[in-house]
Every structure is written in C-alpha cells, then in structure tokens.
C-alpha cells in the first residue's frame, strides 16, 4: 500500500536527488542547491521541476534575482549563471571558493571567488571587482539599494562602491566573520565570527559593539523586514537582539529554546516578528520572536516534524515556508496566522 | 582496521619536508585494498590522482581567536573544507589532510578543539610526519633567525608517528643519529622505519592517538629514555611519580603552567592520580588546550602513579618536576 497523505498544513513535496545545502526563493521559483554541486528549479505552487545546471566540485549556496529570470550558484570550485529565458547555464570554474551569491538587482550579482568579491552580469561578465581581502571571503551583501557592497572576510569588512576597488569603509575586527547581516536601513554592519562572537558596527561612524559568550561560532544571522530584530545560531537557542533606538548595546537578548543545533533561520515577510529555525533534529519551529521582555525565554509557537535534519528554509510567502531537509525533500509548509 | 567507536570520521594529518615521501605515501594509501572511502585534502595541488578519490585543494589560511589563548590559531581553510564536506550525502570512512613541510602542525590540530561543528563529526586521529632520512639532519641543524621555528623541529615535535622512510639511501650511523634526534625532541613518538613509504597502514590510520582511551595503549612509548645529551631547544621531559596528587593544587598549576607557557608547550599527556577518586584523570593537550577525563578506575593492588610528558621549547625539566612533586598530597604544606 503506498498511499501519501498530504496533510492540510502541506502546500506540496518534491524532492531533489543530493543534500540540499541552500535555497532561494523568488517570485514563482524555488531554487534547490545540493551539496554535489547540482541546482535544481521547481514551481512554488507546486514543487514541480528540474535540474538546471551542475557546478563541479559541489555547491555552497544559491541565488535567484529578483525577477526570478536569472539564477547563481557558487560552490567551492567556482560559480554559475542560469538564464531562465532559453535555460542556459553558464558554468565558471575558477577553482576559487564561492562560498556566497546575491543580487544587487536583477542585473548584478555579487559572487564570493576565493579572496575575491566579483560583481557580474546576468551573462557571468565581470562588471568591476572590490581588490582582493586578505583571505577568503566569506559573506557578501548589497547595501544603499544595491549602490555599495559589503565583503566579509578574515579581519575585516569592506565596502565599496561602484567600480571602485579600494573600499570607501573599512570595517576591522580580529577575526573570522563566517556571516554578514546589514539591515535594509543599512544602519549595522554585523558579523557572525569563528571566535563565538557578533561583532556589530555602527555604519554610519564605525562605532563598535562585540556581543560574546555564544558557546560556539556564529554562522547564522539575519535582520527581519524592519531592520529591527537581529536573530542568530551559535548556540543551542536562537538569540534575538533588539536593535531599535540607540541598538542593543548593554541589552539581553530573548532566547528561543527548543533546538540542539540550529541549522536555518528565516524571518517571515513582513512586521511581525515571525521568525522560523530549523534544527538538525529535523524540528521547524515557529516563533513570535519579538514578543515578551528583552531577556525573555521563549517557546516555540508552533513546530512542525520534517523528519530529516534541516537543511534551508526560506518564506515565499507570508504564509508559505518552503523546507528543505538532508536526504533531499523538498517541502512547502503552509503556515497560517502563527 | 576499525571505524571508530564514536562515530566520528577519523582524520589523519600527515606532513613533512618536500622529498620526504608524502606523495608516495599519500598514494599507497589511496590504492591499498583497505575498502574505506577516502577524502584527501592537499596543500600541494595536483600531486594525488585517484580516479576513486575525492581530492580536495586547501591553501593556508591561520585565523586568531579572540579567546585571551594568544597561541590559539586555527584553519579557516579547513574549518570550511571539512565543513562542506560534512554536509555531503556520500559519507567518507577516512580524511587525510596533507600539509605542507612547512605548514605548523598546531593551527591543524586546534582546529580539531575549537569548531563545535568539526568536533562533533570529526576526531583527530593522529599526526604523522614523513622524514627522510637521508636528508632530514641537515633540516634539524639548520640555524633559524631568532624568533622563526625550525620547522623540521617543530613537526617532529608535534608527532604521534614518525615514518622514518628511505632508510634504504642512508647509512646505519645516519639512521641511529635521526632516531636518537627524534626521541630527543619527542620521546614518546612511534618510530616506523620505512622504505619508498612502505608502512603498514594499521600503524599510522585509525591509531587513536588523540583517544584518551588509547593515550594508555601507547603506555611502554609514554615514557622512554630521555636523557640524551642533545643541546636542543625542543626536548621532551617525562615525568614519573608514585603517590597521589591534590586535584585543587593539581589544576591550579597546571593551568598557570599552560597560560603562561602554553605557547612553547607543544604537546602534553599524562595519567594521573587524584586523591580520593577511583578512577585515572587522562589528559592530553595542543599548547593551551587541554582535554581530560577520568579513564578506567585504578585497580585492586595497582600502585596509584602519575606520568606525564610535555613537549616543547626550553623546557625546565627541573623546575617542572619541582611543581609537579609540589602537588602531591603527601607534599603537604611545603607548596
């Protein structure tokens, strides 16, 4: 007997044949990466689809634009472009490690390439290139509405502007960022480091803040839709840091128990303070992260079992959280009021 | 060979000077019939080239943590390699990572201690060093600016295994002279002479060198001759006492010892008694980072006995068996 029961909460399920390692969602698309190297594009309202390219040496991350008309994937060995008109790929193996790709608009892209960040056209040609970091780039991301780029690697971030290779802001910290989160306000550059830290600037004067004592690195950070709430893994439970008014210097965090290692964070669209982490437990859970007192413990407000260990999850609508687990399921979640 | 009984993926850190044999030995492994499946991470590109193989190209990269461990230093490359490599589907038996001969062994090996994510999936198994054996004194003798290390010193200092190979193009004489170099640097370490890197595999994968367990397995190497009269810098000093030890006192000097010199400490093990506890404290230690447990209790009638060995840079075997013997019980009120 083989019957699939899609429960009500379940939109749809596919699947991909590798180890998803990230998603992106855009418009009527669902990109799947797997860590082999293979990107995948399916349907958001069904989670039909294909393979779309294979990036040799395997892939760290991907990347739709905007429009959902192009596609980049970065991986160890190199990176790739996807035009959705006519479905060619545009394979580039630098063997230099791309760890990140994103969208300036839906013409540029930024790509990490060893310590190098590359911004593209849609076609993969280099437009202009910041100079080399003093070692891998780990993070890129757009600031001013994709008028300056910010480049993470070890000891630094540095922005720049257009065509400009000599960074306009140089931002030191000792150490390894692994992760770069800018709020679309662009009022803080913060970074998630190997040393157990995030290190927080002030972009406007460079004013610094490290907020320490994470049991481990912290390699997960995002800024919700208002630029306000700042959540972050390194550490069994969720942190979320207020960063209204003067910023979360001398505040405490509230803290969202319900993981043993957190594997993906994703903001809900919009102002609410929703938040979903997924777990190597294979447990999503559902927050209203911003509710209580700052140094609040919270509960999830709901979880959801995916039975695998959560590999990417990423919001394609308010009420649509797409999933993707370890051993290849895709699933989207339809998530209702919370 | 066995897989670990943790779980975790042993990985292997095998390094030495250019002619030393690395590649030859790298290949043998690769094309032994063992069955296991293994990564390769290399600094030198291009040299290993299995068809079954995953072979994987890492360019140093040493990152600082900002820790107050002014020794501590880890691999971002790696840290980002293994990682990436975890998240794949195909799962490996083995992961040998290939440093360059003049690569510092500790960076390597921290990295082992300090990423939650690659502890947790990873363990270190062992560091093996290549040396030729023809060539190698000439290495250890060569004078170095004040302040740089001497890496050939260095990474048979850091070593579980020393693969002695192309004994075949040097004399005897020259072959007593290196061993009795290396047990002046490092007295506990396992000699395996070898000739075009032909090794039993047994004796340097899946080794356990960094198992607590197994650090008592290595018991009849633990504490070998070492009063060579070599005037080297980097030495090994074994100590031994009967009686049992005061773990409040035990700790504090240890911990001081390893704050302040854990910088020139390169390793450190030991088996320990504690007072009033049944079982032997294990220890064993990269520069500052020190990981310990209790281990096996003490038997029925076995005499309860401490040994320790540090290896490292002016070492003051005296000094250090001053402070050890001052944390024995029996030392009383004389600290």
Known sequence: MSVTAIPEALAWESGVDDAPVALSVRRDLVAVAGAEGTVWVLDVATGAGAKVLDLPGGSLDVALAPDARHLAAAG???????????????????????????????????????RRALVLDTEGRELWAPEPTASTVTDVAWMRAGRRLAVAAYGAVSCHERHTPVPVATYRYVGSHLALAIPATGRWICSG?????????RSRDGSEL????????????????????????????????DFSGKGPAGTAPRSLTCHETITALAWRPGSDGHLASGGDDGTIALWRATSGRPEARLRPARTLDGGAAVAALAWAAPDVLIAAYRDGRVLAHRVSGL | ??????????????????????????????????????????????????????????EEEIFEMNNGCICCTVRGDLIRILGALMRRRDKFDHILIETTGLADPAPVAQTFFMDDEIAAQLR??????????????????????????????EQIAFADRVVLNKTDLAGQ?????????????????EVIPARHAEVDLARIMDVGAFDLDRVLRDDPAFL?????????????????????????????????????????????????????EPRRYVFQGVHMLLDGEFGRPWQEGEARRNRLVFIGRDLDRDALERAFAGCLVTAGAAV
């Open chain 1, 76 to 114: 160890p060995l190199g990176h790739a472009l996807w035009a959705r008109d006519g479905g060619r790929a545009s394979v580039f193996e630098t063997g230099a490690w791309s760890s990140k790709a994103a969208w300036a608009n839906k013409e540029r892209v930024a790509i990490a390439s060893g």
């Open chain 1, 193 to 201: 480091n190997q040393d157990a830290s995030i290190h927080i600037w």
């Open chain 1, 210 to 241: 490290t907020m320490s004592g994470y049991p481990e690195k912290v390699s997960r950070l995002a800024f919700d839709d208002t630029g306000t709430w700042l959540a972050a893994d390194g550490a069994p439970e969720v942190t979320v840091w």
């Open chain 2, 1 to 58: 060979m066995t897989t670990s009984a943790d779980g975790r993926v042993p990985v292997t850190v095998l390094t030495g000077f250019l002619g030393s044999g690395k590649t030859t030995l790298l290949n043998r492994i690769l094309t032994e019939q063992h069955g296991l499946r293994i990564a390769v991470i290399e600094n030198e590109f291009g040299e290993v080239g299995i068809d079954d193989a995953l072979v994987l190209d890492a």
């Open chain 2, 124 to 153: 270190l198994d062992a560091i093996v060093t290549l040396v030729d054996a023809a060539h190698v004194l000439r290495h250890l003798d060569e004078a170095k600016p004040e302040g740089v290390e001497n890496e050939a010193v």
């Open chain 2, 173 to 189: 004489d020259t072959i007593d002279e290196v061993i009795s170099r290396i047990r002046a640097i490092n007295a506990p370490v």
């Open chain 2, 224 to 276: 070998t001759d070492t009063e060579h009269q070599h005037d080297a810098t980097v030495t090994s000093v074994g100590i031994e006492l009967p009686g049992e030890l005061d773990e409040e006192r035990l700790n504090r000097w240890l911990g001081e010892l390893l704050r302040t010199k854990g910088a020139d400490i390169f390793r450190s093990k030991g088996i320990l008694a504690i007072a009033d």
